[in-house]
């Protein structure tokens, strides 16, 4: 089998999505998803101009050697563009090596592991009676593990809360990134966050009790003794874990956190490699990898990674934002179906322009999440569709204190 051609499609439905469609000369095809929020054309162009000329006649089955041969040819490492536009080559790869065999993806990776994937939802409110609200209605749509997210008093816009009003108009946690021509401005204060979230998972214990799993994301927005004392006074509400509880990039800062409290912790959504974790991972500092298998170079590079976590007792968290497509999803799904030390996935539902672009076969249904049995990943991507939503610029908002210093959004 050899690749004839490969397509970059970037179509904006409800937000922007990069796809990559492979096809063969014996009419297989494959798509992979290499959307990276924000900086979308960055990948399309990097797919287009260095890559696709170079897949051209290659043979679709040899995905470990197409691998290397893009990580390693490029001279230049890891970062996101470059991790995204690998997992889109991948990711298409296996998608037609699946059908190729005429098997759901999960198959090949050593088949099922377990009969449904646990996936939360993003619950959030401004006060406690829209947050009760919002975990209702989540609870009502079939989650069994709900992420809490709140304003906090004295903050006008907070990452991660519905209701609050967005730019350009849309629900905020449904898509972030806002169609502006600048990116929003949002207003941070990390003290009055710290006094005021534990009381918020005190008051969804007593309203909720103590089975439901809950979680939280601190966005990368605290130092390290700052989520040190926020995971310890969110131990006694027992959560499944706490998210980027400090900025990415200082791995050591996790050593801190950890002598301090026994919250589990999750991180890695912002990382695109298994370099990124060395550290978190073999001094088991984190208890989740969060990786997208968009970001981090498709299911080649995850199922390694994972493996990896794997002998420290590290779970995966995969990533699945909106911002994710539908076929990033649904590959994210077969593999966490595959792999031993699977622990959740997050869940956000697309809306109804995505699902119109993008058909899919995965299901949700009393907390689980299945790929199901077609060949492949089992995602299709109507072309039509995709070209009546042309791409539209559309940034993540950023954060100022309140003495104007720009901080971790
Ligand atoms: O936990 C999460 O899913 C978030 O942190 C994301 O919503 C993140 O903000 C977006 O992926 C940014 O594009």
Not at 51 to 76: K, N
Not at 218 to 224: K, L
Not at 254 to 281: C, K, M, S
Request: net charge negative; proline share 6%.
């Amino acid at each position: 089998m050899k690749i004839i051609a490969a397509d970059v499609i970037v179509a904006s439905p409800d937000r922007n999505f990069v796809t990559l469609k492979i096809t063969t000369d014996e009419g297989i095809t494959g798509l992979g998803d290499g959307t990276l929020n924000g900086r979308e054309l960055a990948v399309a162009s990097y797919l287009a101009d260095h890559v696709v000329p170079l897949l051209i006649g290659r043979d679709p089955h040899r995905i470990e050697d197409t691998w290397q041969f893009l990580y390693r040819s490029a001279y230049w490492r890891r970062g996101p563009v470059t991790m995204a536009a690998i997992a889109a080559v991948d990711v298409a790869l296996w998608d037609i090596k699946a059908k190729a065999a005429g098997m759901p993806l999960y198959q090949l990776l050593g088949g099922a592991s377990r009969t449904g994937i646990m996936a939360y939802g993003h619950a959030s409110g401004r006060d406690l009676p829209e947050l009760f609200d919002s975990i209702r209605r989540h609870l009502e749509m079939g989650y069994r593990s709900i992420r809490v997210q709140t304003s906090v008093p004295g903050i006008n816009a907070v990452y991660g809360v519905a209701a609050q009003p967005s730019v350009d108009g849309k629900r905020y946690d449904y898509e972030p990134a806002q169609r502006t021509a600048l990116p929003a401005e949002e207003d941070w204060d990390t003290r009055a966050y710290l006094r005021h979230l534990p009381g918020v998972f005190e008051a969804v214990r007593g309203e909720f009790g103590p089975d439901l799993p809950l979680l939280h994301d601190g966005h990368h927005r605290m130092t390290p003794i700052q989520a040190a004392r926020l995971g310890k006074a969110l131990e006694p509400y027992d959560l499944f874990w706490l998210e980027d509880c400090t900025p990415a990039e200082n791995q050591e800062a996790l050593r801190l956190v950890r002598q301090h409290t026994t919250t589990p912790l999750a991180i890695g959504e912002v990382f695109n490699t298994v370099w990124d974790y060395q550290t978190l991972i073999r001094e088991q500092l984190i208890d989740y990898v969060r990786s997208a298998v968009t970001h981090t170079g498709g299911i080649t590079a995850m199922r390694k990674l994972l493996d990896y976590a794997a002998q420290y007792q590290i779970k995966s968290g995969i990533h699945g934002p909106t911002d994710i497509s539908p076929v990033g999803m649904a590959a994210a799904l077969h593999l966490d179906l595959a792999i031993h030390n699977f622990g959740i996935q997050e869940y956000m539902q697309h809306g109804p322009a995505t699902n119109e672009v993008f058909r899919q076969s995965f299901t949700f249904s009393d907390g689980y999440l299945h790929p199901g049995e077609l060949p492949g990943i089992g995602v299709d991507l109507d072309e039509e569709a995709a070209a009546k939503f042309p791409y539209q610029p559309a940034y993540l908002p950023f954060n100022r204190l309140k003495d104007g210093t720009v901080h971790d959004w």
